[in-house]
């Protein structure tokens, strides 16, 4: 089974700031099957990013994917108030389980 | 517009069966496969099950192994689970979600979820 790593498990900043939030796989995840997702409180989860990198439709240009191998990063270049949630990445290299991370949440500062 | 809607949750004895629905719309429901991820009250997103877009393949967590059966009817553009020998730890939202191929795998839409409260 392919364990993902996020950190850090908080990460406090303000509307405005760069937010850089790590993804770790303990073997490595083809680019392919390595997605982010974001979750808001009483929601369901959204994709944002898939292949690493592809933006899903209608996500803005202030979040990119990036990494290969065993080590990812989802890049939100400048917080708007709404990006505060909590964001998991997601792997399905390989054989199953398809694994999740343990989160990151985005708090305000 | 593609929708997802989970039904069946509520509450269960520990050690009794639950079986959950999750009905789709908007799309051409035997093309894909389907998921269910579940979430525990205040913890993270865990991956349960997974069924090809035929129903031929169907892979599970460790932790659903043995006591929860994902299943589809594609005519009725429903897919289901079936939870056997609920413990505790079983309660959660159960979430479902469509699977989309093509520049990489990805749950593309989901369900707005369905709570299990395992109590007795």
């Known amino acids: 089974e392919i364990v993902l790593m996020q950190s850090p498990g908080t990460l406090s900043l303000s509307p405005g700031e760069r937010a850089t939030l790590s993804c770790r796989a303990s073997?490595?995840?083809?680019?392919?099957?390595l997605a982010w997702y974001e979750q808001k409180p009483g929601q369901a989860p959204r994709l944002l990013i898939y292949?690493?990198?592809t933006r899903a439709t209608g996500i803005p240009d202030r979040f990119s994917g990036s990494g290969s191998g065993t080590h990812f990063t989802l890049t939100i270049s400048r917080l708007e108030p709404e990006d505060f949630a909590v964001y998991y990445c997601?792997?399905?290299?390989?054989?199953?389980?398809?694994?999740f991370g343990q989160g990151t949440k985005v708090e305000i500062k | 517009q593609v929708q997802l809607v989970e039904s069946g949750g509520g509450v269960v004895q520990p050690g009794r069966s639950l079986r959950l629905s999750c009905a789709a719309s908007?799309?051409?429901?035997?093309?894909?496969?389907m998921h269910w991820v579940r979430q525990a009250p205040g913890k993270g997103l865990e991956w349960l099950a997974v069924?090809?877009?035929?129903?031929?393949?169907?892979y599970y967590a460790d932790s659903v192994k043995g006591r929860f059966t994902i299943s589809r009817d594609n005519s009725k553009n429903t897919l289901y689970v079936q939870m056997n020998s609920l413990r505790d730890d079983d309660m959660g939202v159960y979430y479902c979600?469509?699977?989309?191929?093509?520049?990489?795998?990805?749950?593309?839409?989901w369900g707005q979820g369905t709570l299990v409260t395992v109590s007795s």
């Open positions: 073997q490595s995840v083809s680019s392919n099957y």
């Open positions: 979600a469509r699977e989309k191929t093509g520049g990489g795998v990805r749950l593309d839409y």
């Open positions: 997601h792997q399905y290299s390989g054989s199953p389980p398809y694994t």
């Open positions: 292949g690493a990198s």
């Open positions: 069924i090809s877009y035929r129903g031929d393949f169907k």
């Open positions: 908007g799309f051409t429901f035997s093309d894909f496969a």
